[in-house]
């Protein structure tokens, strides 16, 4: 037996999630959640257009770096995470994306804790967008502050990405 399925824009999508309501019958141009954002325990917590929160829970045992704090490559990741689902709320059917540039901040170390990322447009352009993502701890201290340019790809350049 074969379920119909609705494909339905990423924000209705991830609104559906979010809401409680469920995603059974409905897919979307992407995959969600993500295989890396599953592997980490990323969770997404707000949605709008071009903007997007998630969180996570850290652990230096798990995701330390040699100081026994958390690794700033996970900083990076929990950005990116946040940045590629605002951006993908934005993109049009049959159009893919990309990041050209990511750049971090850190503010200060992070130890066990629940970690937010905000990610925003700071422009917008048909092509190119600018991203700012900012990274709190659960006591409301900024953790690190992530930029990231990112370029929507059209036509033969989306495809099979």
């Not at 652990?59 to 990116?80: F, I, K, M, S």
């Not at 049959?94 to 200060?108: C, H, N």
């Not at 804790?113 to 006591?139: E, K, N, V």
Request: glycine letters at 10%; hydrophobic letters at 35%.
């Amino acid at each position: 037996m074969t379920i119909a399925t609705t494909e339905v824009p990423v924000l209705d999508y991830l609104r559906a999630q979010l809401d409680g309501t469920g995603t059974d019958g409905l897919t979307c141009q992407f995959h969600y959640p993500t295989a890396i954002s599953r592997t980490l325990g990323i969770r997404l917590v707000a949605i709008d257009p071009g903007r997007a929160t998630v969180e996570m829970d850290t652990d230096p045992a798990r995701h330390g770096n040699q100081q026994g704090t958390v690794h700033g490559g996970l900083l990076t990741e929990l950005a990116d995470a946040a940045i590629g689902t605002a951006h993908s709320t934005v993109v049009g059917p049959g159009e893919t994306f990309t990041s050209i540039d990511l750049r971090a901040v850190f503010l200060r170390p992070v130890w066990r804790d629940t970690l937010r990322a905000t990610a925003f447009p700071t422009h917008s352009g048909r092509t190119i967008t600018h991203y700012q993502c900012d990274i709190t701890r659960a006591d409301g201290k900024p953790v690190a502050t992530v930029t990231s340019i990112v370029t929507t790809l059209r036509g033969e350049r989306s495809h099979g990405r």
